[in-house]
């Protein structure tokens, strides 16, 4: 049974950071592009960064610059530092794997 759990999602002031930590389980996960997506209240989910088992990164372009996205295939963990956060990074964070999703953890940015 695979499972992804996220964690490390709460509130923060802009300007702050956060990291966010996906533990996965059940898959090949050093064999896997692993990605976070996020959503936010009434618009579509997004794919925000991604990570290929050998390290290669990609990001959205919102988020270039600010976020981090890396991995410890020793621990089957993805992560995500964001720094200079902003209210519009407030959404939803699932991590995610081929069809495998998270069940998501808020992040919230105040003005």
């Known amino acids: 049974q695979v499972q992804l759990v996220e964690s490390g999602g709460g509130a923060v002031q802009a300007g702050g950071s956060l990291r966010l930590s996906c533990a996965a389980s059940?898959?090949?996960?050093?064999?896997?592009?692993m990605y976070w997506h996020r959503q936010a209240p009434g618009k579509q989910r997004e794919l925000v960064a991604a990570?290929?088992?050998?390290?290669?990164?990609n990001y959205a372009d919102s988020v270039k610059g600010r976020f981090i996205i890396s991995r410890d295939n020793a621990k089957s963990t993805v992560y995500l530092q964001m720094n200079s956060l902003k209210p519009e990074d407030t959404a939803v964070y699932y991590c995610?794997?081929?069809?495998?999703w998270g069940q998501g953890t808020q992040v919230t940015v105040s003005s």
């Open positions: 995610a794997a081929r069809s495998y």
């Open positions: 059940g898959i090949a996960f050093r064999l896997n592009v």
């Open positions: 990570i290929t088992p050998a390290g290669s990164t």
